[in-house]
């Protein structure tokens, strides 16, 4: 698990020493060989054999649901920022911040819930933290912004309380997406995991879709922006029920046969991550990445929607109010094809190229910044 560094306590050095492979069912078949010795095969259970148990399957799931739920969330005021901006009267800076809030506060949260899910409940740090988005979310969507207070923008205290509000839910979401990963990676191993993990990243383009669409269509069929906000939460009670009820946490480290395991100081933990470039250039990456997807996500449906504005009406190709819709299933679309095409493409060169993944992450992301400045170039 990329998040965590774990030690074998002594009796698995001992077996380790004694040249015996890992046996994550604890059960040894013994088996001649030709030379007349003994030999030992181990039968790994479920993550080694392929078969995926149903409670598995549940669990897995669960985890790709609240992921999806989880985005939507994320981009819901994405669809009708510029209601939300009308509402508080706030300038684009002011709306920028609403989101980097959320940024800030995941950030600072998720190295502190990675810590504690490598000593604690999974499920219940999980469940807390979806419940919490949950309940801001909802607080959020009942917030607005009073006459008397429109004319200060930056003094305005209506938006501070919204801002808090959307800071909350980051906190609650950095709980989430920082363990559940975690949780399928102790449950299979090798291509199975590839498989499993592929799927639970699905969510993420698809749910961002979905929260362009739900949080605009929603609040145009009610009549306000409010009303965007309170699809996820009503989602969300429902993913806590299933996580508490259905989800199952696997002991740290079991798909590999490392059942008995002890997490070193979280001091321990930061050096050896410090060390590991691969881990270190990849989180550069990804950040540059999330800076660029984040802005476009943010801000693209308002640039399009604006840059249709300068358009006479009968040139227009969609109408501005379709924006967001569109984007939306765009952005499915977009996760629809590429992450299982990612995954198939990774599954079959990795076995005749070991340093396929990498190779293959950095053409999509040139392949997308290509077309994303043609887009930008030749848009009116």
Same mark, same amino acid.
């Given at each position: 698990m990329p998040a965590q560094q774990l030690t074998e306590r002594s009796k698995d050095r001992i077996v380790g020493n004694m040249g015996l492979p890992p046996n994550s069912s604890q059960v040894a078949l013994m088996k001649k060989v030709d030379d007349g010795g003994l030999d030992v095969e181990f039968k790994g259970g479920n993550a080694t054999s392929g078969h995926v148990t149903t409670r598995q399957w549940i669990t897995v799931g669960v985890l790709v649901y609240v992921n999806l739920i989880n985005y939507m969330d994320r981009l819901t005021i994405a669809g009708i920022l510029d209601d939300v901006k009308k509402e508080f009267n706030a300038n684009n800076a002011m709306g920028g911040l609403l989101q980097t809030a959320f940024i800030v506060s995941y950030m600072i949260f998720a190295p502190l819930f990675g810590y504690l899910g490598d000593r604690y409940s999974r499920k219940a740090i999980m469940a807390a933290g979806v419940f919490l988005w949950s309940i801001f979310t909802l607080i959020g969507s009942f917030m607005s912004g009073r006459p008397e207070h *429109?004319?200060?923008? #930056?003094?305005?205290?209506? =938006?501070?309380?919204?801002?808090?509000?959307?800071? &909350? @839910?980051?906190?609650?979401?950095?709980?989430?997406?920082?363990?559940?990963? +975690?949780?399928?990676?102790? &449950?299979?191993?090798?291509? &199975?995991?590839?498989? $499993?993990?592929?799927?639970?990243?699905?969510?993420?383009? @698809?749910?961002? !879709? *979905?929260?362009?669409? @739900?949080?605009?269509?929603?609040?145009?069929?009610?009549? /306000? #922006?409010?009303?965007?906000?309170?699809?996820?939460? @009503?989602?969300?009670?429902?993913?806590?029920? *299933?996580?508490?009820? =259905?989800? $199952?946490?696997?002991?740290?480290?079991?798909?590999?046969? /490392?059942?008995? &395991?002890?997490?070193?100081?979280?001091?321990?933990?930061?050096?050896? *991550?410090?060390?590991?470039?691969?881990?270190? =250039?990849?989180?550069?990456? =990804? +950040?540059?990445? +999330?800076?660029? +997807? !984040?802005?476009?996500?943010?801000?693209?449906?308002?640039?399009?929607?604006?840059?249709?504005?300068t358009m006479k009406e009968e040139d227009r190709g969609i109408a501005v109010e379709s924006v967001p819709f569109i984007f939306g299933a765009v952005t499915m679309m977009s996760g629809i094809v590429g992450v299982p095409l990612g995954m198939i493409l990774s599954t079959r060169l990795k076995a005749k190229y070991p340093r396929a993944d990498p190779v293959i992450c950095a053409c999509g992301i040139l392949t997308s910044a290509l077309f994303l400045t043609i887009g930008m170039i030749l848009c009116n």
């Amino acid at each position: 698990m990329p998040a965590q560094q774990l030690t074998e306590r002594s009796k698995d050095r001992i077996v380790g020493n004694m040249g015996l492979p890992p046996n994550s069912s604890q059960v040894a078949l013994m088996k001649k060989v030709d030379d007349g010795g003994l030999d030992v095969e181990f039968k790994g259970g479920n993550a080694t054999s392929g078969h995926v148990t149903t409670r598995q399957w549940i669990t897995v799931g669960v985890l790709v649901y609240v992921n999806l739920i989880n985005y939507m969330d994320r981009l819901t005021i994405a669809g009708i920022l510029d209601d939300v901006k009308k509402e508080f009267n706030a300038n684009n800076a002011m709306g920028g911040l609403l989101q980097t809030a959320f940024i800030v506060s995941y950030m600072i949260f998720a190295p502190l819930f990675g810590y504690l899910g490598d000593r604690y409940s999974r499920k219940a740090i999980m469940a807390a933290g979806v419940f919490l988005w949950s309940i801001f979310t909802l607080i959020g969507s009942f917030m607005s912004g009073r006459p008397e207070h *429109l004319e200060k923008q #930056w003094g305005n205290p209506d =938006f501070w309380a919204f801002l808090g509000c959307r800071a &909350m @839910v980051g906190i609650g979401e950095a709980s989430y997406s920082t363990i559940a990963p +975690t949780i399928i990676s102790d &449950m299979f191993v090798k291509d &199975m995991r590839s498989k $499993m993990l592929a799927l639970f990243y699905f969510a993420i383009p @698809v749910g961002s !879709g *979905l929260g362009y669409i @739900v949080g605009s269509e929603t609040a145009k069929a009610f009549g /306000h #922006w409010q009303w965007g906000l309170r699809a996820t939460p @009503v989602a969300g009670i429902i993913a806590v029920v *299933l996580i508490l009820v =259905f989800l $199952m946490d696997p002991p740290r480290g079991e798909s590999e046969g /490392h059942q008995d &395991m002890q997490a070193q100081t979280y001091k321990e933990d930061i050096v050896s *991550l410090a060390k590991n470039k691969s881990f270190v =250039f990849s989180t550069l990456a =990804f +950040t540059c990445v +999330t800076f660029c +997807t !984040g802005a476009l996500s943010w801000w693209g449906p308002i640039y399009i929607a604006d840059g249709l504005k300068t358009m006479k009406e009968e040139d227009r190709g969609i109408a501005v109010e379709s924006v967001p819709f569109i984007f939306g299933a765009v952005t499915m679309m977009s996760g629809i094809v590429g992450v299982p095409l990612g995954m198939i493409l990774s599954t079959r060169l990795k076995a005749k190229y070991p340093r396929a993944d990498p190779v293959i992450c950095a053409c999509g992301i040139l392949t997308s910044a290509l077309f994303l400045t043609i887009g930008m170039i030749l848009c009116n």
